[in-house]
């Protein structure tokens, strides 16, 4: 079996997949950035080993969020900054699922759907703790969009954590009254009637595709509402440095990652899924160019935000409401940030010694830039 991760993969099944599928610019822009990723197409530089004179060349990264190769150095950034903003209470995480009956018109209207999804979510987390029954204040939280399962088949959802408590109109910090958050039965009912609602407006005012006409949206309503809608909720986390790390396993996760391909055999890509709640894992096999069809339905619209902040984290309000949040809390304002080197920042992340000659043990300096390279993976869409 020849080994692979996903750039691999575009590039076997790629002559056969397009010349039968047409793909959308984002979709092709995406396609070309894996493609691109750490070869001479997008450039570099040449270092030197100083005591043994070793040369390697290093390219450049695409920086494109659907490219399993380039999001540890995002979260780490992403989480870097998210430490000056994290609550000593504790956090909660819930998630709101969209059921397989949208699946069709998600396909034909993602933006809006997603929009909506998000919009039902904040809504109905923030009147619960609006609600002095339940909390009676402003909440802090955020919602991370995913959209696969395992398989690479379409599976709509956000992740919402949710600090543990609110600010309350009087500058007070109110904490759960009971062991859990808000009940998940009343969530999700009211999750199914907003998100419902949202469609409705929708397709009134001629947003969503043309096959959802009267009689298809009747049908469609019907079956939405004859199944109960689950969100699911887990126990209360740990601190702060246990809500960065249990929050950086979402942030910036990709529908697949390179470590999960196992390789490319008899036209078929084999890749590990997880087998049960144990963690044991299975390995499925696709065609080549299932594979590719299943992975490029989670590439999100052209500038699309799929993590987004709420209440006292939204943009207009987090430097205010922190700030009152942390004073009912009686707790002080973070540290200033401190700003790391590059090269610490990388042997950090890589968890190697990047900058260190494998060979003497010497240290690498750049002495060349390398300059991209037109037409060097011609390998993916125009």
Not at 282 to 291: M, V
């Amino acid at each position: 079996m020849k080994p692979a991760g996903l750039a691999e993969v575009l590039a076997t099944f790629g002559p056969a997949y397009l010349a039968s599928h047409d793909l959308p610019r984002g979709t092709a822009k995406v396609w070309r950035a894996i493609l691109a990723c750490r070869t001479a197409a997008l450039g570099g530089h040449v270092e030197s080993c100083t005591c043994c004179g070793m040369i390697r060349h290093v390219y450049h990264s695409c920086r494109n969020r659907h490219c399993p190769r380039c999001q540890t150095r995002t979260k780490e950034a992403w989480l870097a900054a998210r430490r000056r903003e994290v609550l000593p209470v504790p956090y909660f995480h819930l998630v709101f699922t969209l059921p397989h009956a949208l699946n069709g018109l998600i396909g034909a209207a993602p933006r809006r759907l997603y929009e909506n999804l998000f919009a039902a979510a904040s809504a109905t987390l923030t009147e619960f703790a609006a609600s002095p029954r339940h909390l009676g204040g402003m909440p802090a939280f955020s919602l991370v969009l995913h959209t696969w399962q395992q398989n690479l088949g379409r599976h709509v959802h956000v992740h919402a954590l949710v600090a543990g408590g609110a600010l309350s109109d009087t500058g007070e910090w109110i904490s759960p009254k009971k062991g859990f958050l808000f009940p998940v039965r009343a969530l999700s009912k009211v999750f199914r009637g907003k998100f419902i609602a949202g469609l409705d407006d929708l397709r009134r005012q001629g947003h969503l595709p043309d096959f959802i006409d009267t009689l298809a949206w009747q049908v469609l309503k019907q079956d939405l509402y004859a199944h109960d809608w689950v969100v699911y909720a887990k126990q209360p986390l740990g601190g702060p440095q246990a809500v960065l790390e249990y929050l950086g396993r979402y942030t910036h996760r990709v529908a697949i990652s390179n470590e999960r391909i196992i390789g490319i055999a008899n036209g078929q890509v084999a890749f590990r899924v997880r087998a049960d709640a144990e963690g044991k894992k299975r390995t499925l096999r696709f065609p080549g160019i299932e594979f590719i069809d299943r992975f490029l339905l989670h590439v999100l619209p052209s500038g699309f935000k799929r993590i987004r902040h709420y209440g006292l984290l939204s943009p207009a309000r987090k430097k205010v409401g922190l700030a009152a949040a942390r004073s009912a809390l009686a707790v002080p304002p973070p540290e200033p940030a401190i700003i790391e080197s590059v090269a610490a920042f990388l042997c950090r992340v890589a968890r190697l010694e990047s900058m260190c000659c494998p060979h003497c043990g010497g240290l690498f300096r750049i002495t060349a830039t390398l300059l991209p390279l037109r037409g060097a993976t011609a390998r993916g869409p125009p």
